[in-house]
């Protein structure tokens, strides 16, 4: 990995130096892929295709791979990268605007690497989150809606019937409670006004 | 037909049932697991155990006798005792309003959280996105997902209880839909609650009995149950063990309220209550055990789970800090890994101590909850971990409903019972004095949570008065029960 470096560097003027340090902050993005993931030399082509697609896409510029250098990568899967401008490659593209770039296409280059806003960080650019869908009614007023629509469907059942039963009963009059018991036993006598064939305690 | 012939259970497995659906209720899922975690796990057995038949069956029992002899609700039954005696029949009936007018808005939650368990992600499984969508909100971020659900998205609440809030729409709606249930389920006395409670009963036990399975096959399971039962008896030493023991099962088993009064009062009057009396009376007991073993099964995973979340944190802090391969460090060897780091990096280790987390499965088990923090937070949280959790999280809730509206019919016939039993108030049809009361009880939608708190706490003040009263005056009921027979 430090023979890429080496290379690199010496296509560029001295002063670029391929060391990843505070001084040489301003232009790098470290990664991270927080998983184990297999890093070889492929891995790295795929990454450097991603950023400069989204390179591409961002500024309208004709990003190459040669233009995204990879460098200080550790066991962790962790590395600096810094983005050279297609033009002139001794010039450097600002942190701003990669990060930007970055940003918009997150997704895409999570896809791209078969990974996801948790396994792939990049320091100091948060990701954007998927919008939260916000259906036209919310679910639990559906729940609420067919569940309460029965219980009142049941209780309108309920008063009707006990409206129903209790006309019925004083519908019925005399003769017709007699001619319900005298098919029991004997014959009610109706000068008592109340036909009550239990006793009071 | 005589007119004022009482209503009567159609059978006595009804009235069983009505005692068993009355008495088990929230308190044996969300009170006894805490208890028993406070005082010494298994050892707490020990006084709850001997409260049950001191002070539980004894009292039970008497409750039944005033109400099956007298035929009467709790103010009729205890003015037929003696005429000096009616203020507590009508302190029961009081106290019995104010926890209805409460107890209810336990139900609204769970009526809350059940409809939305009917989504494809559980809404307290994630922080929702901050407006710049940059990530979680940050005061959902401080707490957890569960707690910001349960506190800003269900309650929302506000900072003290002088401030008011206001009626929170959804909530105002679910209040609505519980009290409308509750009508439905009362609107022909024991006729349709007879019916009602073969459900009620019944239902939390299948639950419950799935819950154990599921449970018990649960990563973590048995390091929550065996925390649970280890004993530790020097607890039983502590008198608050033994109040606390007391108090549990007076509360559980629902006496004083003038529930088991007014249900008794529909008995057969040769019903053979003493037997009843004891079997609910295990019933419950014997529930609250049951349950906590599903709640510890439950407490156990979510700390085994909290537990190796921060050592997979722990873990990546240490990997991304120390630039190490992906493989060194595993959760198993994270410990080690620390001696390690900071013996051959002391400096550098020195910077991360800040961030460094204490991860400690102790620490997480002994975290205990009661009440509805137990019930609608630490339980979804540990739901939401679960393979198919809007299937769990729809038969858990509805559990909970039934548990509530169970508890509920014993406090709402506890009232409607003494009134039916006033002469004047028999001629109003039966369904209006309860839609009217359904609608001044509507009106407590305006209590919020630290209301519910507060009269949680303090409406045991009134029956606990009572039944030191009524003890010494259950000598009467004795004498006079011998006298009727």
Known sequence: MWSSCVRTRSMLSPTTLCVCNEKTALSFLKIWFMLQYEWNRNQRFLFQAAIAFAMSHHLDLEFNVSNILVCDETPRVSFWFVVTSPDDPSRLVGKESVELAVRASRSRINNILLLNDATLEFIGVLPTLAAPVKPATPSWLIVFGVVIGIIGAGIVFLLVSTVVQKKRYVDDDEEAQMKRMAGNEGICNTSFSECDRNTQM | ?485
């Open chain 2, 1 to 485: 037909m005589a007119k004022d012939a009482r209503d009567n259970w159609e059978s006595p497995t009804q009235f069983v049932l009505a005692c068993v659906s009355y008495a088990v209720g929230l308190g044996n899922v969300w009170r006894f697991p805490y208890l028993c975690q406070m005082h010494g796990g298994g050892g707490f057995l020990i006084p709850y155990l001997l409260m049950l038949l001191l002070e539980g069956v004894p009292l039970f029992y008497l409750e039944l006798a005033i109400g099956q002899k007298m035929r009467l609700g709790s103010i009729g039954a205890w003015t037929a005792i003696s005429p000096y005696l009616g203020g507590i029949g009508l302190a029961s009936v009081v106290t019995s309003m104010y926890l209805c007018l409460y107890y209810n808005i336990i139900n609204a939650w769970s009526f809350w959280y059940l409809f939305h368990s009917f989504q494809s992600v559980l809404p307290w499984a994630a922080c929702p996105v901050n407006s710049n969508r940059t990530g979680p909100m940050e005061e959902c971020e401080k707490a957890s997902p569960t707690q910001y659900f349960f506190y800003r998205e269900t309650l929302n609440i506000s900072p003290s209880i002088e401030k008011n809030g206001g009626i929170q729409t959804g909530q105002a709606l679910c209040f609505l839909l519980a009290w409308v249930i509750t009508y439905l389920f009362i609107i022909r006395g024991v006729k349709s609650t007879g019916k009602v409670v073969y459900f009620t009963a019944t239902f939390p036990y299948v639950v419950l009995f799935i819950y154990l399975i599921r449970g018990m096959t649960l990563h973590g399971a048995l390091n929550g149950v065996k925390y649970m039962f280890t004993p530790k008896m020097e607890e039983l030493a502590n008198p608050t063990t033994w109040i606390n023991a007391a108090t549990q099962i007076f509360f559980s088993l629902g006496l004083g309220f003038g529930s088991l009064i007014a249900f008794a009062s529909y008995n057969q009057y040769h019903n053979n209550f003493e037997r009843q009396a004891i079997i609910v009376s295990l019933i419950n007991s014997g529930t609250s055990i049951f349950a906590s073993i599903v709640t510890f099964a439950i407490y156990g995973f979510k700390a085994t789970i909290n537990y190796e979340n921060c050592l997979d944190r722990t873990r990546i802090l240490l990997l991304n800090s120390f630039n190490l391969a992906e493989d060194s460090i595993t959760i198993n060897n994270v410990f080690e890994m620390i001696e390690k780091l900071n013996t051959t990096f002391p400096e550098q280790f020195a910077e991360l101590s800040n961030k460094l987390e204490d991860c400690s499965l102790e620490n997480e088990l002994s975290t205990a909850v009661e009440g509805a923090g137990l019930a609608f937070i630490v339980y979804s949280e540990a739901i939401k971990n679960m393979p198919l959790s809007q299937l769990w999280s729809v038969l858990y809730f509805f559990m909970l409903l039934m548990l509530g509206m169970g508890s509920m019919l014993g406090n709402i016939t506890a009232i409607t019972t003494p009134l039916r039993d006033f002469k004047f108030l028999s001629h109003v049809s039966n369904e209006i004095v309860k839609n009217i009361r359904n609608r001044i009880f509507l009106q407590s939608k305006y209590f919020g949570k630290s209301f519910c708190v507060m009269l949680v706490v303090f409406k045991g003040l009134l029956p606990k008065l009572i039944c030191t009263n009524t003890t010494f005056f259950y000598n009467i009921a004795g004498a006079l029960q011998a006298k009727i027979k």
